[in-house]
């Protein structure tokens, strides 16, 4: 199954850890087994060995002896090389053979990934990403090799904190012509999309570099949809998992600023068209980016109730992975982790603790591994049809502040089904939340999360939302527009991609109690 699962396929890696659970001998077996398939069927194959709290100046005697292995199962049909190199630059496939790599980034043009103790990494059969992390990690663009590239970002916070001019001096020194494409607006437009899919078409770049929040990322994902194929429509490419094959004429850089949407490893993207007011998901594993770099230096310049909102998103993520009817053994560990780690620094991270907003920036793409895999629910269906619902009463509900007060509500409908209920129950565990039945825990779990949306001063409902996205006695979206709105905002809702993996399928009636739920804050007893 692994060798046919891409004809482009250029090498498969090997991760392991200094922690290795598997017996070394059981370990070469697999390997070599694997391997030798792999090999006939034409990937070249890289060791990449990882340890987590010290770098290598050599491979060990366990990487060496693998390789060793590989080579002699094989007949010596590749050759075992070592790179001292601090990152791991393509070389001809002839010149690379097996190879054993020192790291502190995911390297290579990887289709399949065996990750050890201390790695995590995407799984699908199309995960084109490597990751590039840790302080820094943004110089990683001097390793580039291109000619032309578009640098997407937003409003100015890259530029003033010179997060922007490093970035295009590091491209510049790789020998590339830079050109901007600046002023990308929170919740993108159609309309932006197409203009800088113009500016790309005129420009013609071979890297597309998406810069900041998740806006600018995901604004960028679609201009390269359109740049790639200028005759394709915006409702084309809201086609799931209908999009043609990219990277014929760019490849895709993602550099996140904020910690929550993890669009740089997702194959997703969120875009607004203002005339319906409704968000639309694009969703094709085509737009998850060649390179993510998560550097933490980035999400330090977060104002606090970006913090917020980015965190509880990333939250939301994490649960809606663990319980989507798309889970597995690969995403639930990193699900799992991610709403652990998140527990643990989230609110710390809002009230200023630097190491803790360091580390939600991991949280939060572990988060999205999780999630490009295993997908996501109604929370995020029901967050993309408000969203902009009502922005002619002067603004949006936010993204991550709409997932925070609707998670509690739709946790609550969902936990009527069996299945969804045992996996909240395992998140109350995992969490160290208590409870004795499964009811308990699950009523434990909607309650932690409520006193995290207390802390991070997120409302509790839409009517308490106001305008500035604090709590409020009275919010921005008047009683009666809401439920003129509330028939066509669940229909729109029930059709979004993000519904066929929630746990419990609602009808439109089930749907339009479960908004006015999220609207008054009343209990979902149904």
């Given at each position: 199954?692994?060798?046919?699962v891409?004809?482009?396929?250029?090498?498969?890696?090997?991760?392991?850890?200094?922690n290795?659970?598997?017996?070394?001998?059981?370990?070469?077996?697999?390997?070599?087994d694997?391997a030798?398939?792999?090999?006939?069927?034409?990937?070249?194959?890289?060791?990449v060995?990882k340890h987590?709290?010290r770098?290598l100046d050599?491979?060990s005697?366990?990487a060496l002896?693998l390789?060793?292995?590989?080579?002699e199962?094989m007949?010596?049909r590749?050759?075992?090389?070592?790179?001292r190199?601090?990152?791991?630059?393509?070389r001809d496939?002839?010149?690379?053979?097996?190879?054993?790599?020192?790291?502190?980034?995911?390297?290579g043009?990887?289709?399949?990934i065996?990750?050890g103790?201390d790695?995590?990494?995407?799984?699908?059969?199309?995960a084109y990403?490597?990751?590039?992390f840790?302080?820094?990690?943004?110089?990683a663009?001097?390793t580039?090799?291109?000619?032309?590239a578009?640098?997407c970002v937003?409003?100015g916070?890259m530029?003033?904190?010179?997060f922007?001019?490093?970035?295009e001096?590091?491209?510049?020194e790789?020998?590339?012509?830079?050109?901007?494409?600046?002023?990308?607006?929170?919740?993108?437009?159609?309309?932006?999309?197409?203009?800088?899919?113009k500016a790309?078409m005129?420009?013609?770049?071979d890297?597309?570099i998406?810069m900041?929040?998740g806006s600018?990322?995901?604004?960028?994902?679609?201009?390269?949809?359109?740049?790639?194929y200028?005759?394709?429509?915006?409702?084309?490419?809201c086609k799931?998992?209908?999009i043609?094959?990219?990277?014929?004429k760019a490849?895709?850089?993602?550099?996140s600023s904020?910690s929550g949407?993890a669009?740089e490893?997702?194959?997703f993207?969120i875009?607004?068209?203002?005339?319906k007011?409704?968000?639309?998901p694009i969703a094709?594993f085509?737009?998850?980016?060649?390179?993510a770099?998560v550097?933490?230096?980035l999400a330090?310049?977060m104002?606090?109730?970006?913090?917020a909102h980015?965190?509880?998103d990333a939250?939301t993520h994490?649960?809606?992975?663990?319980?989507?009817?798309?889970?597995?053994?690969?995403t639930?560990p990193?699900?799992?982790h991610?709403?652990?780690m998140?527990?643990?620094d989230?609110?710390?991270?809002?009230n200023g603790?630097m190491a803790?907003?360091?580390s939600?920036?991991?949280?939060?793409?572990?988060?999205?591994?999780?999630?490009?895999?295993?997908?996501?629910?109604i929370?995020?269906s029901?967050?993309h049809?408000?969203?902009?619902?009502f922005?002619?009463y002067?603004a949006?509900?936010i993204?991550?502040a709409a997932?925070?007060?609707?998670?509690?509500?739709?946790?609550?409908?969902?936990a009527?089904d069996e299945t969804?209920?045992?996996?909240?129950?395992?998140?109350?565990?995992?969490?160290?939340l208590?409870?004795d039945?499964l009811d308990?825990?699950v009523?434990?779990l909607i309650?932690?999360?409520?006193?995290?949306?207390?802390?991070?001063?997120i409302?509790?409902?839409?009517?308490n939302?106001?305008?500035?996205?604090?709590?409020t006695e009275q919010?921005f979206?008047?009683?009666?527009v809401?439920?003129?709105?509330?028939p066509e905002?669940?229909?729109?809702?029930i059709?979004?991609?993000?519904?066929?993996?929630?746990?419990?399928?609602?009808?439109q009636?089930e749907?339009e109690k479960?908004l006015?739920c999220?609207?008054?804050d009343t209990?979902?007893?149904?």
């Amino acid at each position: 199954q692994m060798a046919k699962v891409s004809e482009s396929a250029k090498k498969v890696a090997v991760l392991r850890s200094a922690n290795m659970s598997l017996g070394i001998n059981l370990l070469m077996k697999l390997v070599k087994d694997a391997a030798a398939t792999l090999a006939d069927a034409g990937f070249d194959i890289e060791i990449v060995e990882k340890h987590h709290n010290r770098k290598l100046d050599a491979p060990s005697g366990t990487a060496l002896a693998l390789a060793d292995s590989i080579n002699e199962a094989m007949e010596d049909r590749y050759h075992y090389t070592y790179d001292r190199s601090t990152r791991h630059e393509k070389r001809d496939p002839k010149e690379i053979g097996i190879s054993a790599v020192r790291g502190g980034s995911i390297v290579g043009e990887h289709d399949v990934i065996f990750a050890g103790q201390d790695e995590v990494v995407t799984i699908s059969h199309t995960a084109y990403s490597r990751a590039i992390f840790g302080k820094g990690a943004l110089e990683a663009l001097k390793t580039f090799k291109g000619k032309k590239a578009m640098i997407c970002v937003g409003g100015g916070s890259m530029k003033r904190f010179g997060f922007l001019d490093r970035a295009e001096q590091y491209l510049k020194e790789a020998g590339m012509e830079v050109q901007l494409f600046e002023g990308i607006e929170p919740d993108p437009s159609v309309e932006t999309v197409m203009k800088g899919a113009k500016a790309m078409m005129e420009f013609e770049p071979d890297w597309i570099i998406a810069m900041g929040g998740g806006s600018p990322i995901d604004a960028a994902k679609a201009m390269w949809i359109k740049y790639e194929y200028p005759d394709i429509t915006f409702e084309d490419m809201c086609k799931v998992f209908g999009i043609p094959a990219l990277r014929n004429k760019a490849h895709f850089c993602a550099i996140s600023s904020t910690s929550g949407t993890a669009t740089e490893v997702t194959a997703f993207s969120i875009i607004t068209d203002y005339e319906k007011g409704i968000k639309y998901p694009i969703a094709d594993f085509e737009i998850t980016p060649d390179v993510a770099i998560v550097d933490p230096d980035l999400a330090e310049t977060m104002p606090q109730k970006l913090v917020a909102h980015t965190g509880m998103d990333a939250m939301t993520h994490a649960i809606e992975a663990y319980v989507s009817t798309a889970n597995c053994d690969f995403t639930d560990p990193l699900a799992l982790h991610a709403i652990k780690m998140i527990q643990n620094d989230l609110v710390d991270s809002y009230n200023g603790d630097m190491a803790k907003r360091d580390s939600m920036h991991n949280a939060q793409c572990l988060a999205g591994m999780a999630f490009s895999n295993a997908l996501l629910g109604i929370v995020h269906s029901m967050a993309h049809k408000t969203g902009a619902a009502f922005a002619d009463y002067g603004a949006h509900i936010i993204h991550g502040a709409a997932n925070a007060m609707y998670l509690p509500k739709v946790i609550a409908f969902n936990a009527k089904d069996e299945t969804a209920k045992k996996r909240y129950g395992d998140i109350a565990d995992f969490m160290g939340l208590g409870g004795d039945s499964l009811d308990e825990k699950v009523a434990l779990l909607i309650a932690y999360l409520r006193r995290m949306n207390d802390d991070l001063k997120i409302p509790h409902c839409i009517k308490n939302y106001g305008a500035d996205s604090y709590p409020t006695e009275q919010g921005f979206v008047p009683e009666e527009v809401f439920l003129e709105r509330l028939p066509e905002i669940a229909a729109n809702a029930i059709l979004d991609a993000c519904t066929g993996s929630n746990p419990r399928q609602p009808s439109q009636k089930e749907m339009e109690k479960l908004l006015k739920c999220c609207y008054y804050d009343t209990e979902v007893d149904f």
